[in-house]
């Protein structure tokens, strides 16, 4: 019986940590080397002034299920590698690393959910617990035929 309990006590644990409320939320459904951006405006409390950050992505390549994503994030460009698979299909970074403790963080996360006639679909997700930072999706522009 208590092996049974544990086993149960681990899934609840598990399933509990994925549930996060995020604060933004946002789908972006991006073909083939289209720009999106998210402007992050951060709030600084002590002089009052506002200081903007500016993330773009795009995907460049999409082969046996694996979509390759490009980041650049105040200047530092990072490739990454997502596939439809848990904990594989999603990456986090850090917007404002200025706390020790994780759940303190503003924390971006772009999360692959979808792939289907040269369109990918990217779910944008900040958490952002003490209302630090300003945040706009920005779509790309298309050419209309």
């Known amino acids: 019986m208590s092996k049974i309990g544990l086993i149960l ?16 939320t946002h789908t972006f459904k991006l073909k083939k080397d289209e720009i999106a951006i998210i402007s992050v405006i951060k709030k600084e409390y002590e002089n009052q002034s ?23 994030y105040e200047g530092h460009p990072t490739q990454h590698v997502l596939q439809k698979v848990y904990k594989r ?15 303190q963080r503003v924390i971006l996360k772009l999360q692959f959910s979808n792939y289907s006639k040269d369109i990918a679909t ?23 035929r």
Not at 53 to 67: A, I, P, V
Not at 122 to 144: G, M, N, S
Request: proline share 3%; hydrophobic share 45%.
């Open 9 to 24: 006590l681990l899934c609840l644990s598990l399933i509990k940590a994925d549930l996060v409320n995020w604060d933004y």
């Open 89 to 103: 299909d999603s990456i986090s970074m850090n917007l404002l690393g200025d706390y020790e403790q994780l759940n």
């Open 122 to 144: 990217i779910d944008a997700l900040i958490y952002d617990p003490k209302k630090r930072v300003e945040v706009q999706f920005i779509d790309p522009k298309r050419k209309k």
């Open 50 to 72: 506002k200081l903007e950050g500016k993330l773009t992505f795009r995907w460049t390549l999409f082969h046996n299920e694996l979509l390759i994503l490009l980041v650049n």
